[in-house]
């Protein structure tokens, strides 16, 4: 390659990644224009109670879902999936959503939230790894969907990959198996709370603790309502904020008995690394406003908060969009029913127990 080609190859890079920004844009100005235009549409039709109840994260990730049909088609998608930026998205509106929830309201559900982790987290990977390990799942692909059930989905699937060393087409595999099974939950669990009758907190932590992705837990809890959004935000962060203690895990148990190596025993920088730093940007934000609100008042606060929720979720819409556009078949072809029949299995275990310690531990929250 000449150095006017490799100059030129980076440039063609960014210039699809920002074709990429543009594509999600477009469709969440679109999700934007449907959230308004629909409810009107349907006033004073049959259609009005169901027009009025459909939340922008289900507009956004059918719209992101059909842009991928469209770009897969014509050969596109590929090339712009550079910017399809999920997890850029998704953290900054959580970072944003810290700034709307009181610092008082966090430390009120940190303590069940973290049992809730806890023992959710022991219970669901413990048995993921167990029941894969009995259907013979290589270890590595194992660890994989172990850890993305059981914390936060994709980005825990990421961390554990480089602990363990696993495989791209293992990583590509197991975030394929998290959306796939995190899309049909953004609407599932929202309507199993209304059958269940269960109260804004326990929903919320229901569907934090639940949920394998942050995006898709913030897609529910949105559907349930704002005070459901703030629990299962706060659970969720609580489990993320562990996920740096599992990937060194992970990078231990590898390096000393699956692989038998002492060359790359984890350290404190290897927790730093692995540590997810968007849960320090929301207790931040959380903390700011906090003292904001209380030097100025609540009043003249709100129309800040306001510009800042407007902005977060314009990030979220962006996130939801990105999910849609980034969900790809081809991998769980590839790979066979076991995965698949592992992940269903530790879902439903998730989904039980989750259930059981919500109700326990949340019952009697109230923001």
């Known amino acids: 390659m000449s150095d006017r080609q490799a100059t030129t190859a980076p440039r063609s890079a960014t210039a699809w990644a920002l074709g990429g920004v543009a594509v999600v844009v477009v469709i969440g100005a679109l999700v934007r224009f449907l959230e308004q235009a629909v409810p009107e549409a349907a006033e004073g039709t049959a259609w009005a109670e169901i027009a009025e109840a459909v939340e922008y994260p289900v507009y956004a990730i059918l719209l992101g879902l059909l842009g991928n049909v469209v770009l897969t088609v014509t050969g596109l ?3 712009l999936s550079g910017g399809f930026r999920t997890e850029f998205f998704i953290k900054t509106g959580l970072v944003l959503l810290g700034a709307s929830i009181d610092f008082s309201v966090i430390v009120r559900a940190a303590g069940p939230a973290v049992l809730q982790a806890l023992v959710l987290i022991t219970a669901v990977f413990g048995f993921t790894w167990w029941l894969g390990g009995r259907l013979g799942v290589d270890d590595k692909l194992r660890a994989l969907l172990a850890s993305a ?30 959306i796939l099974f995190a899309l049909p939950s953004i609407f599932l669990l929202p309507a199993a709370v209304d059958v269940l009758g269960l109260s804004p907190a326990v929903a919320g932590a229901w569907i934090g603790g639940n949920i394998d992705t942050t995006a898709a837990v913030s897609a529910a809890g949105a559907i349930v309502g704002e005070e459901a959004l703030q629990i299962a935000t706060i659970v969720k962060t609580t489990q993320n904020a562990l996920l ?21 025993r984890p350290g404190i920088r290897d927790f730093w690394e692995r540590f997810p730093k968007f849960v320090l940007g929301f207790l931040a934000a959380s903390i700011i ?9 609540s009043d003249a606060a709100k129309p800040l908060i306001s510009d800042v929720n407007a902005f977060r979720t314009t990030f979220l819409i962006l996130a939801f969009v990105s999910i849609g556009l980034e969900f790809r078949v081809a991998p769980l072809r590839e790979a066979g029913w076991r995965p698949i029949g592992v992940f269903a299995a530790a879902t439903g275990v998730n989904l039980a127990v989750g259930l059981g310690l919500a109700v326990l531990l949340f019952s009697g929250v109230t923001l």
């Open 77 to 79: 998608r590929e090339r």
């Open 149 to 178: 059930v059981s914390i936060c989905g994709v980005s825990a699937a990421i961390a554990a990959a480089g602990a363990v060393q696993a495989k791209k087409e293992q990583l590509a595999y197991t975030a394929s198996l998290v």
């Open 244 to 264: 740096g203690v599992v990937a060194v895990a992970l990078t231990a148990y590898f390096a000393l008995k699956v692989e038998r190596t002492a060359s790359a």
């Open 289 to 297: 406003a906090t003292v904001v609100i209380g030097v100025i008042g």
